[in-house]
């Protein structure tokens, strides 16, 4: 038996929409077992359960399963409640998938390199920006070509922090996306390519000059902004802070800001409790995870 932990994600951070993506210490957590050949069982501890149907970890299991021609063993999943919030933007269902994904490497006696496991998280996801950082740890940058998911694993700086604001209300991706745009003017377009590579730069050189700069978006936030009730509150809220900026945390709705660990002010500066919101958000100190997705062997 073995126990399975896979981060929590944050893409877009920003600029780099569909392309950046940011591994969380927070996780969903299954236990595998191998069983009789036919044996399929799903147990779940707590009181959510999703049908077997409509459960992420078991279609990406049998997605797996069917890339082998031998024998398949059964197995024993147990479902823990997952510390991820659904329909937030913060990866749920891209850190089910690598799950499941990985309980069938498990089970299957690790057939698959960290690579495939990539491309076929890619597939069943539709893109890497969630799963690369899910697998892998840290920011990761990626993109995709006929052939291959290409990569880049890029370290967080260490002396940054995020606050992540999760509110009492969903959004679909499928919302949120739709309210994007079929096209797009040139300059925006530039601007948001200038914009990523000196957010990467910021990042990786740990000069933060440019960051505040290299934060703003021109491609999805400001479509995704007007389905996120309480959200131009809460950004006006956090440039009276120091606070290098508020970045939409995927497609939404949880929004997330970036400031230097030593930051002792931005509580106070804030005043959550008193800013004019229509619903109820909860501020979390989030650190980045820099493992990726992991097996912890059970005794």
Not at 126 to 151: C, M, Q, R, W
């Amino acid at each position: 038996m073995i126990r399975i932990k896979v981060p929590a994600t944050t893409a877009n951070i920003g600029p780099g929409f569909d392309a950046l993506g940011l591994a969380l210490d927070i996780f969903q957590e299954i236990e595998v077992s191998r069983e009789a050949i036919g044996t399929a069982k799903v147990s779940w501890a707590g009181e959510i359960q999703v049908p077997d149907d409509e459960n992420y970890v078991l279609k990406a299991l049998e997605y797996a399963y069917a890339r082998v021609d031998y024998e398949k063993p059964g197995y024993h999943i147990t479902m823990f409640p997952s510390q991820i919030p659904v329909s937030r933007g913060l990866g749920s269902s891209a850190a089910a998938i690598v799950s499941g994904l990985y309980a069938a490497n498990f089970l299957l006696d690790y057939p698959f390199s960290k690579q495939e496991l990539l491309e076929m998280a890619s597939a069943l996801e539709g893109h890497p920006d969630n799963v690369a950082p899910a697998i892998f740890g840290n920011l990761v940058l990626s993109t995709a070509s006929e052939l291959k998911t290409h990569y880049a694993v890029i370290p967080f700086p260490e002396d940054l922090v995020l606050k992540v604001f999760v509110p009492d209300f969903k959004l679909s991706t499928a919302l949120a996306r739709g309210a994007l745009p079929a096209k797009y003017d040139r300059k925006d377009c530039i601007a948001n390519l200038s914009r990523v590579g000196l957010l990467v730069h910021a990042l990786m050189s740990k000069d933060y000059d440019n960051l505040t700069m290299a934060l703003e978006d021109q491609i999805h936030e400001p479509y995704r902004y007007p389905l996120i009730e309480d959200g131009t509150v809460l950004k006006s809220a956090v440039k009276t802070t120091e606070a290098f900026g508020l970045f939409i945390s995927g497609a939404g709705p949880t929004l997330i800001a970036l400031l230097r660990k030593e930051d002792m002010t931005f509580d106070a500066k804030l005043k959550l409790n008193e800013l004019p919101l229509k619903h109820h958000w909860e501020c979390f100190t989030i650190a980045v995870n820099k493992s990726g997705a992991f097996y912890e062997p059970i005794k």
